[in-house]
T-cell receptor, first 113, second 114 residues
Framework: KQEVTQIPAALSVPEGENLVLNCSFTDSAIYNLQWFRQDPGKGLTSLLLIQSSQREQTSGRLNASLDKSSGRSTLYIAASQPGDSATYLCAVRPEGGSEKLVFGKGTKLTVNP | DTGVSQNPRHKITKRGQNVTFRCDPISEHNRLYWYRQTLGQGPEFLTYFQNEAQLEKSRLLSDRFSAERPKGSFSTLEIQRTEQGDSAMYLC????????????FGPGTRLTVT
């Protein structure tokens, strides 16, 4: 059974700091990995999707990397801003025909002005 | 794209009542998914449709839950005889017919069972 773990569960940083969020998964047989952002009481916003054949994806100040063989992904946020405060969720789509995403519990990020 | 929409956004019901939620996916997205999220947890997969066919169901989807997508467009999720443990955020997502299968989520329906 695929399990996704995100560390740390919560992170508080001063504005302007660069930071890394971690995601690990137990089964390396994945089709892709997606990073999401969730604001309190809201739905999920897709940030980046990495196919299993890719090593990284970039969008603006965000960079996500994937090491499929070791079961790890990182989300790097450069020059953090208070507006980045949210919960960041990592999800994998297992190989084998299932369409479901398996999520971690998320990292709650607070960027202090 | 107008985004995935869900209605209602909030629902408060008494235990034992039936509730129905609606999801309108992004236009031309043929895949539609339902997830449930409880406080402090990541979303958990419930079910998946490709067009009008329900192709995958989680064991979480007990016999009190039923989902439909009758014309391959919008979908409904019904919960019968609600229990307090059903209180959660119900999220809908859709995905286009593209190789990367990126899922786009709606704002969710918050269900509170009293």
């Amino acid at each position: 059974k695929q399990e996704v773990t995100q560390i740390p569960a919560a992170l508080s940083v001063p504005e302007g700091e660069n930071l890394v969020l971690n995601c690990s998964f137990t089964d390396s047989a994945i089709y892709n990995l997606q990073w999401f952002r969730q604001d309190p009481g809201k739905g999920l916003t897709s940030l980046l999707l990495i196919q299993s054949s890719q090593r990284e994806q970039t969008s603006g100040r965000l960079n996500a990397s994937l090491d499929k063989s070791s079961g790890r992904s990182t989300l790097y946020i450069a020059a953090s801003q208070p507006g980045d405060s949210a919960t960041y969720l990592c999800a994998v789509r297992p190989e084998g025909g299932s369409e479901k995403l398996v999520f971690g519990k998320g990292t709650k990020l607070t960027v202090n002005p | 794209d107008t985004g995935v929409s869900q209605n209602p956004r909030h629902k408060i019901t008494k235990r034992g009542q039936n509730v129905t939620f609606r999801c309108d996916p992004i236009s031309e997205h043929n895949r539609l998914y339902w997830y449930r999220q409880t406080l402090g947890q990541g979303p958990e997969f419930l079910t998946y449709f490709q067009n009008e066919a329900q192709l995958e169901k989680s064991r979480l989807l007990s016999d009190r839950f039923s989902a439909e997508r009758p014309k391959g467009s919008f979908s409904t999720l019904e919960i019968q005889r609600t229990e307090q443990g059903d209180s959660a955020m119900y999220l809908c997502a859709s995905s286009p017919v593209r190789r990367n299968y990126e899922q786009y989520f709606g704002p969710g329906t918050r269900l509170t069972v009293t």
